[in-house]
């Protein structure tokens, strides 16, 4: 049995374990095409694929191959966008980060704030040595974000997924745990 789902705090959010209770607001941002465009999904067109989704964070923690939080800003408890790990490789000490926000939300310091208490979580609670970010080209204010993080861009990985009936092209950022001294 899994430990009890670690709740982080920043100064203005909490970021905590999505329940089924937050499909409605998780709907919101995930059915609009901006917010989903760079993430190699469709946008949901009903709660049932926002329960899939949800259904998606909770496997992959119990199979301890990532963990996703909802983040939530203090004075509302609302889900406005979530980050975490995915296709994290004990063996290895390595995860791929992800996220994405509520457009609400976009160009507040909120995606940077959630991005900077998760790399840590993951240094220095899950033992991580290597944190990746996979991210389309296109997407020009993740890489920024990242990279205001200390990622480091190391290359075009062409071609490697295929989502929504396309090949796409994705950059390889990465942090290693010395590199957070630096940062």
């Known amino acids: ?14 970021l905590r374990e999505i329940m089924l209770e937050d499909v409605y607001d998780i709907f919101k941002y995930l059915s609009d095409i901006d917010v989903v465009k760079h993430m190699g999904i469709m946008p949901c067109q009903n709660v049932k694929d ?42 290895h000490n390595r995860a791929e980060v992800g996220y994405e926000l509520s457009k609400d939300y976009w160009g507040k310091g909120i995606a940077s704030e959630a ?3 998760v790399v840590n979580y993951g240094f220095h609670h899950l033992q991580l040595e ?8 296109a997407n020009l204010s993740s890489q920024k ?8 861009k190391e ?10 009936g396309k090949f796409d ?3 390889m950022y990465s942090i290693i745990k010395e590199d957070l001294s630096k940062v």
């Open 50 to 91: 926002v329960e899939d989704e949800i259904g998606w964070y909770k496997s992959i923690y119990e199979e301890s191959t990532g963990i996703r939080w909802g983040i939530t800003l203090k004075d509302s408890g609302k889900v406005i966008g979530s980050c975490g790990f995915l296709n994290m490789i004990t063996k």
């Open 1 to 14: 049995m899994k430990n009890k789902f670690p709740i982080l705090e920043t100064n203005r959010l909490i």
């Open 115 to 117: 991005l900077e208490a």
């Open 169 to 171: 092209d994705l950059y």
């Open 145 to 152: 974000l990242v990279e205001r993080q200390g990622f480091s």
């Open 155 to 164: 290359g075009l990985l062409r071609h490697y997924e295929y989502t929504c």
């Open 130 to 137: 290597r944190i990746q970010a996979l991210i389309e080209p």
